[in-house]
């Protein structure tokens, strides 16, 4: 089996701060994805990549970027962090298809 | 577009009672969907995925059949225990099966 590491697990950032969450996976999986979960508003994406150097974005990815640097790692970078903002950052990861292996989440909060 | 739709925020029943937790879908292609739990403080996993057109699936007690007529994969399970307090998200493959767009996803809390 594998596993995906997020760094960090908690990250606390200032109103209009950039603020960088890394991910890494030892599947070999092709695909990465970051995923934004909100309460009561489920698991939207942010961003995926396909393969190394490939960045694809999801139906929320306004005020994010993101790197594939390589296949096992992929970054997402926070461009102006919102004041008030709190939720959870998941990265995930999949093997040419739809079934994708999460990690634990980086939960970002705004002060 | 695609899109998968959750009814319930959360659930509360008593350890032993059955359950049904609620999915229906949009999508123009020929579907396959997914259940994920994630339980507190964890990562979401891969509960269930569907079968054929009307066939049963079924892992660690949980069951749930995809209907194409009514663009339904509800999950199920006989009797429920105070370790399936979870919560429960419905996912369906889009963008050429790429990537996976999710339901809001509905909490299962089980009382004793």
């Known amino acids: 089996g594998g596993i995906i590491t997020q760094t960090p697990k908690f990250l606390i950032g200032q109103e209009g701060q950039k603020l960088t969450l890394k991910c890494q996976q030892n599947f070999n999986h092709d695909t990465m994805y970051w995923y934004r979960q909100d309460s009561g508003k489920g698991l939207r994406l942010i961003y995926y990549?396909?393969?190394?150097?490939?960045?694809q974005k999801g139906d929320l990815s306004e005020g994010y970027d993101a790197s594939r640097e390589k296949k096992s790692s992929f970054s997402l970078t926070v461009t102006s962090a919102q004041k008030n903002e709190m939720a959870v950052f998941l990265c995930?990861?999949?093997?040419?298809?739809?079934?994708?292996?999460f990690g634990k989440g980086t939960r970002l909060t705004v002060v | 577009g695609d899109s998968v739709t959750q009814t319930e925020g959360l659930v509360t029943l008593t350890k032993g009672l059955p359950v049904m937790l609620n999915c229906t879908y949009q999508?123009?292609?020929?579907?396959?969907l997914f259940w994920y739990v994630q339980h507190l403080n964890e990562a979401p996993k891969l509960l269930l995925k569907s079968s054929t057109d009307n066939k049963r699936t079924e892992h660690q007690g949980f069951y749930a059949t995809l209907h194409k007529s009514s663009s339904s994969f509800h999950l199920q399970k006989s009797s429920v225990q105070l370790s399936d307090s979870a919560l429960y998200f419905c996912a369906l493959p889009t963008g050429g099966n790429n990537k996976l767009t999710f339901g809001q996803g509905t909490v299962l809390s089980v009382i004793p």
């Open positions: 990549s396909i393969t190394e150097n490939d960045l």
């Open positions: 995930a990861s999949g093997d040419r298809g739809p079934e994708v292996f």
């Open positions: 999508t123009t292609y020929s579907p396959f």
